[in-house]
Nanobody, 115 residues
Framework: VQLQASGGGLVQPGGSLRLSCAAS?????????MGWYRQAPGKEREWVAT???????DYVDSVKGRFTISRVNAKNTLYLQMNSLKPEDTAVYYC?????????WGQGTQVTVSS
């Protein structure tokens, strides 16, 4: 299984981006717990959002009301819609899929929020 994250870029504060994470090799997006994580320079990787196989979503407090995690099972693709972006959202964003002891990571996509 490979996870390919894309959609990052440079955006001004208050702007929006949509990240995508395409899974290949096996259909996992609808059956695994899928998530987004991020790592800012000099900081540890932190969890951002999760969607379970049952569709339950959860977010870190700092992005609640601004970010939305979703998926399209038929496309085997995970998304993260990010609105009202702040400079502190600047980080490399990684997608992740896990089921029991199996964990897959994508390669990361850079998001930079700056004026």
């Amino acid at each position: 299984v490979q996870l390919q994250a894309s959609g990052g870029g440079l955006v001004q504060p208050g702007g929006s981006l949509r990240l995508s994470c395409a899974a290949s090799g096996r259909s996992i997006v609808g059956s695994y717990t899928m998530g987004w994580y991020r790592q800012a320079p000099g900081k540890e990787r932190e969890w951002v959002a999760t969607i379970t196989s049952g569709g339950v979503v959860d977010y870190v407090d700092s992005v609640k009301g601004r970010f939305t995690i979703s998926r399209v099972n038929a496309k085997n693709t995970l998304y993260l819609q990010m609105n009202s972006l702040k400079p502190e959202d600047t980080a490399v964003y990684y997608c992740n899929g896990r089921a029991s002891a199996i964990v897959y990571w994508g390669q990361g996509t850079q998001v930079t929020v700056s004026s």
